[in-house]
């Protein structure tokens, strides 16, 4: 469609250097367009235009004082994307790689993620190109609370609720809430992601690895299978990927491999959760160390990967977990897995596979489970986090993880139902795009051009 070219070309001048940005709108216009021809009321209004451009985009320096007295300065993002279906909603991410065209990539998959749970909460992202590894606790504290002096000013539990994300965990949230409830002098429920002690959710910290996993049960089941007795590939040793190897575990699966920036475990006998969570949750360690523990484990240096992927895809499994980051798993990934009889692949990360992996996967018609909406476990429990917080009640675990389930199952239903609506029954990227989009939309017409 023209429009769609002329739409990517005009971000390209207006965003520049912004590629994983490009690659998200790409991604989700291209599926669109059976809906855009249908229902020409979406390009008359402008409905596209306003959707790929933030409502709102903030940028601050965040000075913080290092444990030697020396002065240092991240920069610092809050990409308030659409708010047509309420409160803006994503995640906090703390890396080096964080820039401005990363932060509107995950706002931007954010709008149709958490449009896609059925819950009232609408898109945004934030974050810093600051790095928690290697740094003190003490180090840590400071940088937060510098970050959440500024952030403060443009949330509220009605306007923007933070979560965690990638280096952002328990601790990570605490620090920034004790900073915002010092300056605004309020308990709002303004950040989700908290400890248990103080407003935050049971299921939370397990949300997006279980939810995934959850997605992959629906997948399954639509081919009368189910994850008992599977050997599964996970990428990633965050929440994310720890919490799905955890349920993996509980459902009867043999996961094999886990990953960290510095390289790869694969183990036979299955990846130990206990040693792994003790490693990266509790130590803030290494992979490495597994070896200490298990000699029989094979680990893999980031080094030594090869040059067209990701080892941890080079496995033979029956299902792959990419849980890591974006675009970590590549087309010659992709080609290594079918190759190896992987015949489904649940996206626990956000875009973790580039398009020519995408592509690969909806031509070969293995069971893919598209980002958006397999990994919106994590949104959806933060949601529930906020509505706890509202009412000043506490769920149980068993009650949050059940709601978990039934919100998991209604993506994968919706996103099933409106492949099938549109003749492509499973193309999942094609049902949740389009599901997710269509909510946005309708609720953006009936507010008129804001």
Same mark, same amino acid.
């Given at each position: 469609?023209?429009?769609?070219?002329?739409?990517?070309?005009?971000?390209?001048?207006?965003?520049?250097?912004?590629?994983e940005?490009?690659?998200?709108?790409?991604?989700?216009?291209?599926?669109?367009?059976?809906i855009?021809?249908?229902?020409?009321? #979406?390009?008359?209004?402008? @409905?596209?235009?306003?959707?790929?451009?933030?409502?709102?985009?903030?940028?601050?320096?965040?000075?913080?004082?290092?444990?030697?007295?020396?002065?240092? !300065?991240?920069?610092?993002?809050?990409?308030?994307?659409?708010?047509?279906?309420?409160?803006?909603?994503?995640?906090?991410?703390?890396?080096? *790689?964080?820039?401005?065209?990363?932060?509107?990539?995950?706002?931007?998959?954010?709008?149709?993620?958490?449009?896609?749970?059925?819950?009232?909460?609408g898109?945004?992202?934030?974050?810093?190109?600051?790095?928690?590894?290697?740094?003190?606790?003490?180090?840590?504290?400071?940088?937060?609370?510098?970050?959440?002096?500024?952030?403060?000013?443009?949330?509220?539990?009605?306007?923007?609720?933070?979560?965690?994300?990638?280096?952002?965990?328990?601790?990570?949230?605490?620090?920034?809430?004790?900073?915002?409830?010092?300056?605004?002098?309020?308990?709002d429920g303004?950040?989700? $992601?908290?400890?248990?002690?103080?407003?935050?959710?049971?299921?939370?910290?397990?949300?997006?690895?279980?939810?995934?996993?959850?997605f992959?049960?629906?997948?399954?089941?639509?081919?009368?299978?189910?994850?008992?007795?599977?050997?599964?590939?996970?990428?990633?040793?965050?929440?994310?990927?720890? #919490?799905? @190897?955890?349920?993996?575990?509980?459902?009867?699966?043999?996961? !094999?491999?886990?990953?960290?920036?510095?390289?790869?475990? #694969?183990?036979?006998?299955?990846?130990?959760?206990?040693?792994?969570?003790?490693?990266?949750?509790?130590?803030?360690?290494?992979?490495?160390?597994?070896?200490?523990?298990?000699?029989?484990?094979?680990?893999?240096?980031?080094e030594d990967?090869?040059?067209?992927?990701?080892? !941890?895809?080079?496995y033979?499994?029956?299902?792959?977990?990419?849980?890591?980051t974006?675009?970590?798993?590549?087309?010659?990934?992709?080609?290594?897995?079918?190759?190896?009889?992987?015949?489904?692949?649940?996206?626990?990360?956000n875009?973790?596979?580039?398009? $020519?992996?995408?592509?690969?996967?909806?031509e070969?018609?293995?069971?893919?489970?598209?980002?958006?909406?397999?990994?919106? $476990?994590?949104?959806?429990?933060?949601?529930?986090?906020?509505?706890?917080?509202?009412?000043?009640?506490?769920? *149980?675990?068993?009650?949050?993880?059940?709601?978990l389930?039934? @919100?998991?199952?209604?993506?994968?239903?919706? *996103?099933?139902?409106?492949a099938?609506?549109?003749?492509?029954? *499973?193309?999942?990227?094609?049902?949740?795009?389009?599901?997710?989009?269509?909510?946005?939309?309708?609720?953006?017409?009936?507010?008129? !051009?804001?």
């Open positions: 469609m023209a429009f769609i070219k002329d739409t990517i070309e005009k971000l390209k001048q207006t965003s520049p250097a912004q590629s940005f490009y690659q998200a709108v790409e991604d989700v216009l291209e599926s669109i367009e059976p855009i021809e249908e229902r020409p009321k #979406y390009q008359k209004q402008g @409905i596209i235009e306003r959707l790929v451009e933030p409502e709102r985009q903030i940028m601050f320096r965040v000075p913080w004082v290092d444990d030697e007295g020396n002065v240092q !300065v991240n920069k610092g993002y809050r990409v308030e994307f659409n708010s047509a279906l309420g409160p803006y909603k994503g995640g906090l991410r703390f890396h080096p *790689s964080v820039n401005a065209g990363i932060i509107k990539f995950l706002g931007f998959e954010q709008i149709f993620k958490n449009a896609l749970t059925g819950l009232p909460i898109g945004g992202k934030g974050g810093a190109n600051f790095d928690p590894k290697g740094k003190s606790d003490a180090e840590i504290m400071r940088f937060c609370q510098s970050f959440m002096t500024e952030l403060h000013r443009h949330i509220g539990p009605n306007t923007d609720v933070p979560a965690g994300d990638i280096g952002v965990g328990t601790r990570e949230i605490g620090y920034m809430f004790g900073q915002y409830k010092r300056l605004v002098n309020r308990f303004v950040l989700t $992601g908290k400890s248990h002690l103080w407003g935050g959710s049971y299921v939370r910290k397990q949300a997006t690895g279980y939810g995934a996993v959850y992959a049960q629906c997948l399954l089941e639509d081919s009368n299978e189910t994850i008992e007795g599977k050997r599964c590939l996970v990428s990633g040793s965050g929440n994310v990927a720890i #919490y799905a @190897i955890e349920k993996l575990y509980e459902l009867g699966a043999k996961p !094999v491999t886990c990953s960290d920036s510095s390289g790869t475990i #694969y183990h036979e006998q299955g990846i130990d959760l206990d040693l792994l969570k003790r490693i990266k949750e509790e130590n803030h360690g290494r992979l490495h160390e597994y070896l200490e523990t298990h000699e029989n484990a094979q680990y893999t240096s980031r990967y090869p040059d067209d992927g990701h080892c !941890v895809w080079r033979k499994g029956d299902i792959a977990f990419p849980c890591a974006q675009n970590e798993l590549t087309d010659k990934d992709a080609q290594a897995l079918l190759e190896n009889g992987c015949r489904y692949i649940v996206e626990g990360a875009m973790p596979s580039t398009q $020519g992996a995408v592509d690969l996967f909806i070969s018609g293995v069971g893919y489970g598209p980002g958006k909406a397999a990994n919106a $476990g994590g949104v959806a429990t933060s949601q529930l986090e906020m509505a706890q917080n509202a009412s000043m009640l506490r769920w *149980s675990f068993d009650e949050v993880d059940c709601k389930q039934s @919100i998991m199952r209604n993506i994968y239903r919706d *996103s099933k139902r409106t099938e609506e549109f003749n492509h029954p *499973s193309n999942l990227v094609l049902g949740a795009n389009i599901a997710g989009f269509r909510k946005v939309a309708d609720a953006m017409l009936e507010q008129g !051009v804001v």
